[in-house]
């Protein structure tokens, strides 16, 4: 069964950091591309971030290029977000997905607020 | 960046009453399309991929498809459990982009 468990969310105020994991288990990691994609509240879905399978490839959304960074360690089945700069504005749940958007994860909650 | 422009924004409808959501993409995306339903406090599950495919495990009650640019969801006779909302995806190129969401209420 295909598992992504994210994790590192939390309260954190405008211009800090938080690091997001997202454990998969279920499938061979290194072999799909992955994606962040973010739901603020009320709101609707959000492309955040693509990484290839080596990581060789990355893209990411306007709204936060320059601020977060996404990297993967495939020794450890793992995807990360590093996000730094908050602003109020990136307040929202964000998920991991694998490939196409065939699964994601159930989500962490980031609040930027001060 | 490709607009997915999809409708209605929301409805009302009945158990049994057939439903249809449609998304138009602002270029061709090809069949990169999934649907998904979303319901409150869980994450985004995908109901049909490559516009036409039903996920495992989705019941046959759903079903998607495609003409030219213009994609839809189709669920034939609507259960309890669909109450929910629904968004088009596209996958053809980054950035991935979704549509508005529709919401489907009980009448």
């Known amino acids: 069964e295909v598992q992504l468990v994210e994790s590192g969310g939390g309260l954190v105020q405008p211009g800090g950091s938080l690091r997001l994991s997202c454990e998969a288990s279920?499938?061979?990691?290194?072999?799909?591309?992955m994606n962040w994609v973010r739901q603020a509240p009320g709101k609707g879905l959000e492309w955040v971030s693509y990484i290839s399978r080596t990581g060789n490839s990355i893209y990411y959304a306007d709204s936060v290029k320059g601020r977060f960074t996404i990297s993967r360690d495939n020794t450890k089945n793992s995807l990360f977000l590093q996000m730094n700069s908050l602003r109020v504005e990136d307040t929202a749940v964000y998920y991991c997905a694998r490939g196409k958007g065939s699964d994601w994860g159930q989500g962490v909650l980031v609040t930027v607020s001060s | 960046d490709i607009q997915m422009t999809q409708s209605p924004s929301s409805l009302s409808a009945s158990v049994g009453d057939r439903v249809t959501i449609t998304c138009r993409a602002s270029?061709?995306?090809?069949?990169?399309l999934n649907w998904y339903q979303q319901k409150p406090g869980k994450a985004p599950k995908v109901l049909i991929y490559a516009a036409s495919n039903l996920q495992s495990g989705v019941p046959s009650r759903f079903s998607g498809s495609v003409s030219g640019t213009d994609f839809t969801l189709t669920i034939s006779s609507l259960q309890p459990e669909d109450f929910a909302t629904y968004y088009c995806?596209?996958?053809?190129?980054?950035?991935?982009?979704f549509g508005q969401g529709t919401r489907v209420e009980i009448k």
């Open positions: 270029q061709s995306i090809s069949t990169y």
């Open positions: 995806q596209q996958n053809y190129n980054t950035p991935w982009t």
């Open positions: 279920g499938f061979t990691f290194s072999n799909y591309e």
